[in-house]
Each structure stands twice: as C-alpha cells, then as structure tokens.
C-alpha cells in the first residue's frame, strides 16, 4: 500500500470491505475470510512504531466488523466442526482487534485515552476505547477509563510486575464494545447461558496489558465495575419470569456464565447494567436470566356414602382439604317408617343429589402464580 499514511489505510480497507460484503453474498467461505484477516494483519502491522491515528483506526475497523459479520454458524452435517472452524475465525479477528489497538496506543500519551468507531446507520458495528495508564499511578490510584474502574487493590497482586516494568506504553486498557453483533453467536445455544444471549446482542471484551501482553487479574474481594448495555426485552415462556443479570464469557467451556460477576445496579435513563465481576479482563453482556415462577396448589376430595340398613339411615360425608372434616349422621328406622313413601322418595333424591355435586366438585385446584 506504499508508505503508511491515514489516506492509504482508508482506501485499503475500503477496497477490502467491499471485497468481503460482495464474498459473503456469494457464499464466501470461512477459509476466504482467514485470508481476508491476514491481509488486514499485515496492513496493520506496516503502521510500525509510528501507529494508526482515529481516523485509519476507525477505517481498518470497518474492515474487521466485515469479515466478523461472515461468521455465523451455517447449516451442517458436522455442526462441532462447523461450530470449531467459526471459533478459529473469532479467535482471529479478537487478535486482530488487540493488534489494531496496540496500533492506535502508539499514538496515545500516557495518562491520554482514544476512541475507534466503526458502527453503521442501524446501530451496528464495534467501538474501541483505549487509555494509557502510567504502573505507579494504576498502583495507587487504579485504573479507570471511561465506565470502567479497577481498584488499586485489584492491582496490587501484580505489584511486583507492575513496578519492574520497564516501557513506554506501560499499563494500557482496551474496551471493545460490539453492537448489535454478539462475536460468539456461533456457541451452541445447549451450553451454559447461550441461549439467552442474541446473536444482535451488544458484548464488551476488556483488555488490560502490560507492556503490550495481556493480563489478567482474578480478584473476588476487589471486583472490577464495569457497565454493559441493557439487553432487549423478551417475552419468557409461561412458568418462568425474566430477571436483568450480567454474564461473563467462558472461553475455555464456550459459553455465558454467571460464575464471578453480579448484578450491582440497573440505570433505566441510559439503559445500562452496572456489573461487579471477579475477573478483570474478558466478555461481559447483560441478559435476561429465566427464573422458575413459585407455585401453589389447593387440593380438595369430597366422599359422600348414602346406605340403608333393616334398621336405620345412614350418611357419611368426608371433606380433606385446608379444614379436614368427617361426619357420619344415622338416623333411626323409627323416624322414617311413618314418613310417605313420597318423603322417602324425597329424601333419596335430595341426598344422591347432594352426593352427586359433591363428588363433582371434588377436584383437585392447581394455581399457577405468575409474576
């Protein structure tokens, strides 16, 4: 592309979008869009030391959000290897993103921050916020950037590392917010929480390194805070309610998790998740989590036994239910013998009518509470 400059990273990655949007609509495959990132690897690693400014950085961007839009999961007889060959890609185009960033440092002074942005009229695209960070401030300040803060106490397990370091781009953070276009759409929705999380969701991946390498800090007693863009409502299936929570990305398991990061707070007016997390550095989204509504159930059973002796009448009625009841009633033959035949019909009537209604309403109730 001849000598680095703004212009000639633009007009490359122009021509390589463009070259990439036409594949996809012909079916470009997986193995093309490799070779695409290549391509965009090296044009890239020509910035050298110089770096790319905003304006190249937002350029080659575009060209990363092209190829990651062809990775999505196709139909296939061999879904695991379909599913491998789209991790490969992903894993590309994350190393790309680091590279791009590393770039765009180059240009950054320290204690400074930048901004890349790639995103189209509909909302979709990426962002990269980075910031440059001198170890002895990151040590007793922490470290913030934007909507992220790591506590001094996070930092303090890297102490050692953090003060023996010797470099100019010292301790540096890269934020790269995916919108609308989940990088791991392509997980298998039957793992972890993959399922709750949309392939037109928005996913934050932090990168802390020092001195160009990526770290990463588990502290759970000095959670990292971090914000996420609220998720899109969905309607739950019946018998469950939707409950906002924050998930972290398991790369070695390849799926969402809610191990090591909470919810701490919701901002309706900006539609944002405050998230604690234990881990410093990785994926984040916000999701709807399905929770199982509680249930009540009400039973009842009603009995009722009409007989007639030699001697007498007899009428049991046994309620079970929340107030138990058992009564048995016998009358003396004495008391009906004088009575009418037509009374006895009566009676007969009124008591296996009686019976008979309550034998119908002795059905179990189930209520199902829904909130």
């Known amino acids: 592309i001849g000598e680095p400059s703004t212009e000639s990273f633009q007009k490359l990655s122009s021509v390589l979008s463009g070259v990439v949007d036409s594949g996809q609509r012909a079916g470009l495959g997986k193995d093309v869009l490799a070779k695409a990132g290549d391509v965009l690897g090296s044009c890239i690693d020509s910035a050298g030391s110089g770096g790319v400014d905003a304006a190249a950085g937002g350029a080659l961007l575009g060209s990363i959000n092209s190829i990651g839009s062809g990775n999505t999961l ?60 001198d170890q002895a401030t990151a040590l007793a300040s922490g470290v913030s950037a934007g909507s992220l803060r790591i506590p001094p106490a996070a930092l303090a397990g890297r102490s050692r590392r953090l003060t023996e370091a010797s470099c100019d781009s010292g301790l540096s953070l890269q934020q790269t917010n995916w919108l609308a276009s989940n990088p791991y759409s392509w997980a298998d929705s039957n793992l972890g929480m993959n399922s709750l999380v949309a392939a037109d969701a928005d996913v934050l991946v932090i990168q802390v390194s020092l001195c160009g390498n990526t770290i990463s800090m588990d502290t759970p007693d000095s959670p990292t805070n971090l914000t996420l863009n609220l998720p899109a409502a969905s309607v739950p299936p019946a018998g469950y309610s939707a409950e906002l929570a924050c998930a972290i990305w398991n790369g ?34 916000g999701i709807y989590n399905l929770v199982p509504l509680p249930t009540s159930t009400t039973t009842f059973t009603s009995t009722t036994t009409i007989s007639r002796t030699a001697t007498s009448w007899t009428s049991t009625t046994t309620t079970l239910g929340p107030n138990e009841t058992t009564e048995t009633t016998t009358t003396p033959e ?22 008979g209604a309550l034998l119908l309403c002795g059905v179990g109730v189930g209520i199902l509470y829904m909130r």
């Not at 440092?105 to 930048?114: E, F, N, R, Y």
């Not at 809610?258 to 998230?275: E, M, N």
Request: proline share 3%.
């Open 252 to 285: 070695s398991g390849n799926a969402w998790s809610l191990s090591g990061i909470v919810l701490a707070d919701i901002d309706p007016q900006s539609s944002t998740l405050k998230c604690s997390a234990s881990i410093a550095g990785g994926a984040y989204t």
């Open 334 to 355: 004495s008391s009906i013998i004088n009575e009418s035949s037509e009374s006895d019909d009566t009676l007969y009537y009124i008591l296996g009518g009686v019976g």
């Open 74 to 133: 196709e139909e296939s007889n061999d879904p695991e290897a379909a599913r491998q060959e789209a991790a490969a890609l992903q894993e590309q185009l994350s190393a790309l993103v680091k590279q791009l960033g590393d770039a765009a440092l180059a240009q950054v002074p320290m204690g400074g921050s930048q901004e890349l942005s790639s995103v189209d009229a509909s909302g979709k695209g990426s962002r990269i916020g980075l910031a440059k960070r």
